[in-house]
């Protein structure tokens, strides 16, 4: 009597958890296409991100930076949308900071 063989996969499954991986081969990540965008020298960025920090601990960084000056610098002569712009930026920087300190970072 001859044997009946049915397969619902395939006899390997592999996939891919790396971003950058998935961007690469030019591959969907579900129903969600993800575009990292083109640059000139990815692997120069990818080193950076590698040795330097994420993009969020570079913005993070940049958002401390410039409390320290928004701290030390007259704010008198701007005008009351430039005030508005920086009181949305500190109350963001305040977020961060609340969640960094809510996660015990």
């Known amino acids: 009597m001859k044997t009946f063989s049915f397969a619902l996969a395939p ?3 592999w996939q891919a ?6 961007y ?7 129903f969600i296409n993800i575009d990292l965008g083109s640059t000139p020298a990815p692997e120069t960025e990818q080193t950076i991100l590698d040795e330097v920090g ?3 601990r570079q913005i993070g960084r940049i958002g401390d930076a410039l409390e320290v000056l928004l701290k030390h610098l ?3 002569k701007l005008s009351h949308d430039e005030l508005d ?3 949305v930026l500190k109350g963001q920087l305040a977020e961060v900071r609340q969640i960094k ?4 970072r």
């Open 11 to 13: 006899e390997k499954l």
């Open 17 to 22: 958890i790396n971003p950058w991986t998935f």
């Open 24 to 30: 690469q081969q030019g591959a969907q990540i579900g």
């Open 54 to 56: 994420s993009y969020g």
């Open 74 to 76: 007259p704010l008198e």
């Open 85 to 87: 712009t920086l009181a």
């Open 101 to 104: 300190e809510r996660q015990g």
